[in-house]
């Protein structure tokens, strides 16, 4: 149980194009989704919480208009990045909170990879 | 501000050889405090979650302890499988489940 999936997993664009990457929770639904971004050997930078049927929070420093968020079901969340640019390059990683659990556990899918020529 | 620092950013050890890493934090109501397990070009692996002082959680070689101001996760006679990025994080009760992490601890066990 707990899976996240990601959509795609590596994705080479060009510069000024639009990227869309999807988070899935796979057996189980959740209201919140996160997004985080990571650059090499460094820890995840929270970006944004997705919540669902609503607006995204973003983190201070996120542009809202370059990363769109929508959360439009239970189970799946989208970050577009919009004109994009080499400096968006990174690794995406999405994560979902269990709405049904129990606990606080957030689950995290295998990540995406963008790379920005 | 919530804030975790973990230490030390990176442990090299034999095989067999046990040892802790730490994790110090302050959080206004802690909710939560997790551990993660990330290898290269991955997402985090849910590890533990404890929730307060004196808990303790075990998974095969694994034991995660917290206080009031930390936590360790203990790695008895490790394996080279077990070598990879250990993320710690914590949730508090000022946020909207945000969780704020700790750099990170890279761990390389050897043959």
């Known amino acids: 149980g707990a899976v996240v999936s990601q959509h795609p997993s590596r994705v080479i664009c060009k510069s000024g194009t639009s990227v869309k990457i999807e988070c899935r929770s796979l057996d189980f639904q959740a209201t919140t989704m996160f997004w985080y971004r990571q650059f090499p050997k460094q820890s995840l930078m929270l970006m944004a919480t997705?919540?669902?049927?609503?607006?995204?929070?973003?983190e201070q420093g996120v542009e809202k208009d370059k990363f769109l968020i929508n959360h439009a079901s239970l189970t799946l969340s989208t970050l577009t990045v919009t004109s994009a640019h080499p400096e968006d390059s990174s690794f995406y990683i999405c994560?979902?909170?269990?709405?049904?659990?129990?606990?606080?556990?957030?689950?995290f899918g295998p990540g995406t990879r963008l790379t920005v020529l | 501000e919530d804030q975790v620092t973990q230490s030390p950013e990176a442990l090299r050890l034999q095989e067999g050889e046990s040892s802790s890493l730490n994790c110090s934090y302050t959080?206004?109501?802690?909710?939560?405090l997790f551990w993660y397990r990330q290898d290269p070009g991955k997402g985090p692996e849910f590890l533990f979650t404890?929730?307060?002082a004196g808990e303790e959680k075990e998974k095969e070689r694994l034991k995660a302890t917290l206080t009031k101001k930390e936590s360790f996760l203990h790695i008895t006679a490790p394996k080279p499988e077990d070598s990879a990025t250990y993320l710690c994080a914590v949730q508090g009760s000022s946020n909207t489940g945000k969780l704020i992490f700790g750099q990170g601890t890279t761990l390389q066990v050897k043959p």
């Open positions: 959080v206004s109501g802690l909710r939560g």
């Open positions: 997705s919540n669902e049927g609503s607006k995204a929070t973003y």
């Open positions: 994560s979902a909170r269990d709405s049904g659990g129990a606990y606080n556990e957030q689950f």
């Open positions: 404890l929730y307060s």
